[in-house]
Nanobody, 116 residues
Framework: QVQLVESGGGLVQAGDSLRLSCAASGRTISNYAMRWFRQAPGKEREFVASINWSGDSTNFGDSVKGRFTISRDNAKNTVYLQMNSLKPEDTAVYYC?????????WGKGTLVTVSS
């Protein structure tokens, strides 16, 4: 059974940086694309970033382009989200997602709070 565990969230000030991690267990993720989403209070879950299996292709949501980067270490079965120049509107619970044979696997999320 696949498990995803996000970590690295916390309370920061506007302009600060954070790096989130998504550690997978139960299955290697090296063959699969990985995605980050976020959900702010009262809002729908929003796509943040994705990375292909090898790490050489990435995509980002418009609201984070130029500020966030995504990377992966397949040897550690882990995906990272580097968040720079954080804004109060980045406050949300951040989730990683893996899709295997049409089945979605989500972590429980990590809370990022950005104060102004």
């Amino acid at each position: 059974q696949v498990q995803l565990v996000e970590s690295g969230g916390g309370l920061v000030q506007a302009g600060d940086s954070l790096r989130l991690s998504c550690a997978a267990s139960g299955r290697t993720i090296s063959n699969y694309a990985m995605r980050w989403f976020r959900q702010a209070p009262g809002k729908e879950r929003e796509f943040v970033a994705s990375i292909n299996w090898s790490g050489d292709s990435t995509n980002f949501g418009d609201s984070v382009k130029g500020r966030f980067t995504i990377s992966r270490d397949n040897a550690k079965n882990t995906v990272y989200l580097q968040m720079n120049s954080l804004k109060p509107e980045d406050t949300a619970v951040y989730y990683c997602k893996l899709v295997i044979l049409g089945i979605d696997y989500w972590g429980k999320g990590t809370l990022v709070t950005v104060s102004s």
